[in-house]
Nanobody, 113 residues
């Protein structure tokens, strides 16, 4: 069956960096379009970044220039490198597979001094 497992969240100071990982199984990862979403308390889940099977990427305006989405098809893993983090980036971050609408369990990112 399809499984998505996120890791890499944590507590970081403003201006710091984190790298999230999403390990996928049960799919042909190399052709899958994948997303990172985030959800802040009391708010709707927000699409942060997308990477297509061919490697094309897209970002929400608020993270452009700070976040980088990437993938390692040999490891069936997607990444989100987050730099220059801000308090407003605090959220639970979710990995999403568009084919079949599968979600990971989420990983908490907290940006605070």
């Amino acid at each position: 069956q399809v499984q998505l497992v996120e890791s890499g969240g944590g507590l970081v100071q403003p201006g710091g960096s984190l790298r999230l990982s999403c390990a996928a199984s049960g799919i042909i990862f190399s052709i899958a379009t994948m997303d990172w979403y985030r959800q802040c308390p009391g708010k709707q889940r927000e699409l942060v970044a997308t990477i297509a099977g061919g490697g094309a990427t897209n970002y929400v305006d608020s993270v452009k220039g700070r976040f980088t989405i990437s993938r390692d098809n040999a490891k069936s893993t997607m990444y989100l490198q987050m730099n220059n983090l801000r308090p407003e980036d605090t959220a639970v971050y979710y990995c999403h597979l568009r084919w079949g609408d599968y979600w990971g369990q989420g990983t908490q990112v907290t940006v605070s001094s």
